[in-house]
């Protein structure tokens, strides 16, 4: 019974009201037995090749690298996955699941509509409910993936308490899960939350890292010398890096440092502190009393206060680094990636590329980059559009 | 230093002796509405007849709440409270009345933040959950408090910070749901001190029109395997919500109805209003001489 510690040093636990423990011990157990079945395997990796398309390909993005002048730049390309982004393939391996534990209800948490698109195309796939929380200001700022969920069957709750961001968003659904748990799976949407979700999403998304590292293998026949990945919660870059996890391959994490470290940010490693938010020991934003404070980025998927508890981990180990690139650096990145490979990233992903951008150059052309290129930016067309033009006067 | 948990047992133990119903334990926010007025609300609770108090800390992100104590809570962060209201608050009301348990009731990341600001050490990632815990036991114990309830700190990951709890005199105040399986209720049974707080329903806090239909089984389960006092909490609102669980359990805890009581008295009259509210609450004084 006495657990006292993380599955990641003094990262991660189940700090969680008591009333969600026997769920969160069934979903771990249901887990456990669904790695053990082959069947439960076969069906996971039949939807993720006829319904989301993986492998997804792995794009020499070789005008960029040349414009850079120093590393080549691999992408890998969850942009082409069904829904545009890697979180479905998360949504889609919680979605079968919950059917194994028999939950005829599904909830999530979205801050740039992503995961909440994901889960409901995954629940629109077999028939499931689904009930998607948004923060009020990620309603406004993510309008189309509001509509392209009801377009799928779900019904989007807009969140209205505290900053109305996605750490808003999850702790309504968490309140839904108390309130529901008997009837009800929470599909958390990244590497967060009680264990074992952080394990769970993690096996989910690896198969980014593990197909890539055999792309890469396949075309150039060696590892790349560096990887690199978003993190907001922090799953498309644990999936990207824990397959990569033993090779000597650098891995670098980029945070959100919105209007600047020293300003409003979301850079929970890079300026944060050891703390507890929605059920997990990781690093947090909080100010002196332990209040959680608000997280602030151009992009919703990374406008988080909180991240994910491995990441912490991998921090503490010297084994990952993290750094951050602010709100004006991420919209160059999506303007250079656009222009150079045709490839208009979301803006989360074009954290990634403005890093990729700022260290290509002091490599040299023989070395390689991976970058996990997490979603396509068609849903951020109109806050780049704002951004660009408030940046002109 | 006396063992943990002796004014608990005092008072379920007078309690049970007098036979007059269970005890009640108001759930007051510290800080809420602001620091200035949480000291006349508690006193106002005693004269109102609680008897003993949950002094809630103020948390910016509270999972297991509903509506009502989230709105509280910002409220009163903005009026400035801190861990240090709340402590003040377990002063006034350990001033006012010696005898009272008292237990402090609130979420892990304020009081991990306590350990922190005294002690740098605790800095430390690598630490257990129990040693940062230490600045928060010692300050609670000083301030007078019998016990700390920690919302998001179950069983499974509590060894630690009881025992640092038990070294400065402070029960761990452990919570049971409805769905807690016996497995779980035997797990804190076996290290539960003061008083269990059963959660009467499947759901955040909130006042509701009716105790949750399968309260009794529940209070059986845990009967079954734990002696230990219980005190019931989440949705009740009414005296006849009391009464009903005090039937089956010796103390009951008001949150969310209280809360609202506070809010919505004017200022000047809210001191009054909990008075009042404790006293129908508690069968002091019936319904309608309180219209
Ligand atoms: C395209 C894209 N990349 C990255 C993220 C950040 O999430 P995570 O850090 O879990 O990968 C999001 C979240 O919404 C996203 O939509």
Redesign the pocket.
């Known amino acids: 019974m006495t657990r006292e510690s993380g599955a990641f040093g003094p990262f991660g636990g189940q700090f969680a009201p008591e009333t969600l423990m026997p769920a969160l011990a069934e979903l771990e157990e249901a887990w456990a037995e669904a790695q053990g079945d082959p069947q439960f395997r076969a069906e996971l990796d039949e939807m993720l090749r006829d319904y989301v398309g993986r492998e997804t390909p792995l794009t020499h993005a070789a005008r960029l690298s040349e414009q850079l002048g120093g590393a080549q730049i691999w992408l890998k390309r ?2 082409l996955a069904h829904t ?4 479905i393939n998360n949504a889609l391996g919680q979605v079968l699941l919950a059917r194994r534990m028999g939950k005829p209800r599904i909830i999530a948490e ?6 909440g698109v994901a889960t409901a195309t995954a629940c629109a796939r077999f028939g499931i409910e689904c009930i998607v929380y948004m923060g009020e200001e990620d309603v406004r700022r993510q309008a189309l993936n509001v509509f392209r969920m009801g377009l799928l069957g779900a019904e989007v709750v807009p969140v209205k308490s505290g900053a109305r961001t ?1 750490k808003d968003a999850i702790n309504e659904a968490i309140r839904d899960w108390v309130t529901n748990v008997r009837t009800t799976h929470y599909l958390i ?4 939350g009680p264990h074992p979700y952080p394990v769970i ?1 993690r096996e989910l ?1 690896s198969c980014i890292g593990r197909e890539a590292r055999d792309q890469l293998h396949e075309k150039i026949g060696k590892l790349p010398d560096v990887a690199i ?11 990207l890096f824990h397959p990569l996890i033993d090779d000597p391959v650098r891995l670098i994490g980029v945070e959100a440092a919105g209007e600047g470290l020293d300003a409003r940010h979301a850079a929970t490693l890079s300026a944060g502190s050891p703390g507890v938010l929605h059920g997990t020991r990781s690093y947090v934003l909080q100010d002196e009393h332990g209040q959680i404070t608000e997280a602030h980025s151009i ?4 406008d ?1 206060p909180g ?2 508890p491995e990441h912490a981990w991998l921090m503490l180990t010297e084994r990952a680094e993290y750094v951050s690139v602010t709100d004006e650096e991420a919209l160059d990145g999506l303007k250079l990636l656009s222009e150079t490979e045709g490839i208009i ?5 074009a954290h990634a590329i403005a890093y990729a951008a700022k260290i290509a150059p002091q490599m040299s052309p023989d070395e390689t980059i991976l970058l ?1 290129l ?3 930016g068609d ?1 951020d067309v109109e806050i780049v559009r704002d951004a660009l033009e408030s940046r002109e006067h | 230093m006396t063992e943990p948990g002796h004014r608990y047992r005092e008072a379920f133990a007078a309690s049970a002796s007098r036979d007059d119903g269970p005890l009640v334990f108001p759930f007051l926010i510290g800080g809420f509405p602001t620091p200035e007025e949480t000291p006349d609300l508690v006193r106002a609770a005693i004269r109102g007849g609680a008897a003993g108090f949950e002094i809630g800390v103020p948390f910016s992100d509270p999972i297991a709440d509903g509506p009502v104590h989230q709105d509280a809570y910002t409220v009163a962060l903005a009026a400035g409270a801190t861990l240090d209201t709340a402590l003040d608050a377990v002063r006034t009301a350990r001033e006012t009345d010696p005898d009272a348990p008292i237990t402090l009731m609130g979420y892990l990341n304020p009081f991990l933040s306590a350990g922190s600001s005294e002690d740098s050490e605790t800095d430390d990632p690598g630490g257990a959950v129990g040693e940062p815990l230490e600045g928060l036991a010692k300050r609670a114990a000083e301030a007078g408090a019998d016990g700390v309830i920690v919302v998001d700190l179950p069983v499974d990951e509590s060894d630690a910070a009881r025992e640092v709890f038990a070294q400065h005199g402070l029960s761990l105040i452990y919570l049971l749901a409805p769905t807690s399986t016996d497995e779980r209720i035997a797990a804190v049974a076996n290290r539960a001190s003061g008083f269990i707080y059963l959660v009467s329903l499947t759901g955040v806090t909130g006042a509701r029109d009716q105790v949750a239909a399968d309260f009794e089984a529940f209070v059986g389960r845990v009967r079954a395997l734990t002696d230990t006092p219980l005190a019931v909490g989440f949705g009740i609102s009414r005296r006849e919500h009391v009464a009903e669980v005090g039937k089956l359990v010796p103390a009951a805890i008001i949150g969310s109805a209280l809360t609202t009581t506070i809010a919505s008295a004017p200022v000047g009259d809210r001191a009054a209003a909990v008075e009042r509210y404790l006293e129908v609450v508690t069968g002091h004084r019936s319904e309608e001489t309180s219209e």
């Open positions: 969850e942009d545009g982004a890697h979180k979205t801050g740039a509509g992503q995961h996605l949407g990244s590497a967060i999403v998304q990945a978003c993190v907001g919660g922090g799953s498309n870059a644990i999936g992009s919703a998927g990374l988080y991240v994910g990233p979301a803006l989360e992903t996990g997490s979603g396509r849903k």
